[in-house]
């Protein structure tokens, strides 16, 4: 009877370790890291019933297969908390973990690339693993990515911008050229409205812009002056956010440096909420209201007010 036993747990065991490995398009790749993975988790890569849900306690994870899409697929995982608590390993959505690679993935050299740290949607390709940004304003940037850059979270690279006046694309197409007038190189697709991409522009070169565009996805090329129209609209619309005011087109007005280290409020007042330190030599678009205040804007969209909202400062900080 014993023996019985023995043989039907080790068959148990063969067909659990088979379900496991039933998913041909999955990818052998290890990430390891800390993160939350507040879901439930499962024997295999599809089908079957939930085997535990995990709370939304930091974990060490490692992710060890990774499916055809990890927006719709599951993810091998290998987790415990670092402190004696239950390790797993199985199967979890791949939505739930939030992929980033380390440094910027060339999309088109010199021209397109995927920002590093920013959010991934990863693929199996052809041959490799591809990634494209999750949710971004520009659509179709795909290029593969090595699984030894992937990392768990996300982060925001910091950048200087060399542009001087800045642009919304006109339409929601737009060909970007490796120079005035030479070879299309890339497609600008909008995943938003127009407005919700802002292109810095470096120079004009007759019916042309070099332009520069710094989010998930960052452009540098050229783009027809016809595809490009001036923005002229408060920059806290920039992104979609849609934020209310009477700001005024940075544009159209002169750039104001903090003088010092000064309070952010949310009104014109120092009893309105405080929302942070305008640290000295910050470049921002400033309009006295009342109080001794002014509203800002910052120059490089270091920061928006919330919907209805606006950023204020001392006026004599910022003059």
Known sequence: MKRTLAIAALLVTTRARAAVDV????TACTVKGKTSIATQLYAGPVGGTPLVTLSAHERIVEA?????????????????????????DGYIAGKVLTFSAS???????????????????LFQGASDLEGEPLNAPIA??????????????TF???ATSKASDWYFFRQKSTPLFDAPGGKV????????????????SVKKQGAFHEIVVDDAVRLAGWVRAADLEPD??????????????TGTSGSSMPIRTAKQDVEVYLGPSSTGPAVGVLEKGAKVYATPVANGFSTITFVDRDAVAPDGKQLHVLTTAVQ
């Open 23 to 26: 998913d041909p398009a999955s």
């Open 64 to 88: 060890l297969e990774l499916p055809a899409d990890t927006q719709s697929g599951r993810v091998h995982v290998r987790a415990r908390r670092d402190v004696p608590g239950l390790r797993v």
């Open 103 to 121: 440094k910027d993935q060339v999309v088109v050299t010199d021209h397109v690339w995927i920002r590093g740290g920013a959010a991934l949607k």
């Open 140 to 153: 179709h940037a795909r290029t593969r990515i090595a699984c030894g850059e992937l990392r768990f979270g």
């Open 156 to 158: 925001s690279a910091s």
């Open 185 to 200: 190189i890339f497609t600008v697709t909008l995943n938003v409205g127009t407005h919700g991409v802002s292109v810095g």
């Open 232 to 245: 002229k609209e408060d920059y806290g619309a920039v992104g979609g956010l849609g934020l209310s005011g």
